[in-house]
């Protein structure tokens, strides 16, 4: 969220203005519904559904059903690029 750095303080003890503290405000609240869609209870049955077709499959199928997934989460909610962590 890069559009909060400039609404916040740039150093310790440095007082935020009231319009700086409406428009943070403003952009929190802009944010929840893409905090609430990728809540873990949303996340994590979709997670677990890979994971079960994945175990079943062979390496060459695996590869297919994660590349399918990815295509469909992309075309879903309009992402250019998914990166993984962990």
Do not use: C
Request: aromatic content about 6%; cysteine-free; proline content about 6%.
């Amino acid at each position: 969220m890069k559009d909060l750095e400039p609404r916040t303080p740039d150093r310790a003890g440095v007082k935020m203005t009231w319009t700086n503290i409406f428009a943070l405000v403003f952009k929190v609240l802009l944010a929840l519904p893409g905090l609430i869609a990728n809540r873990p209870s949303v996340v994590d049955p979709r997670v677990h559904a890979v994971r079960s077709l994945t175990r079943k499959a062979s390496h060459a199928h695996q590869r297919a059903l994660i590349t399918q997934f990815i295509k469909k989460v992309k075309s879903e909610k309009g992402y250019e690029r998914i990166g993984a962590v962990g």
